[in-house]
């Protein structure tokens, strides 16, 4: 298991793993600054998948 298998994100959330150990962790966030700093927090080991427009915005400040 790993943290974000171990851990509540949202009521909602669900989790896929993926061949070779990755993980893809569906939730609803309050708003996108709660998501951007959930991204953040694990430096370059995890990406934003969707929503688009919120992934653009991060690779362009970040």
Do not use: H, W
């Not at 171990?6 to 600054?33: H, P, W, Y």
């Not at 370059?44 to 992934?55: D, G, I, S, V």
């Amino acid at each position: 298991m790993t943290y974000i298998s171990d851990r509540v994100c949202s009521d909602d959330q669900k989790i896929t793993l993926q061949e070779g150990g990755g993980i893809i962790l569906e939730m609803t966030a309050l708003n996108f600054s709660e998501l951007i700093s959930f991204v953040l927090s694990f430096d370059f080991k995890a990406r934003l998948l969707e929503p688009l427009n919120l992934q653009q915005k991060l690779r362009k400040d970040f």
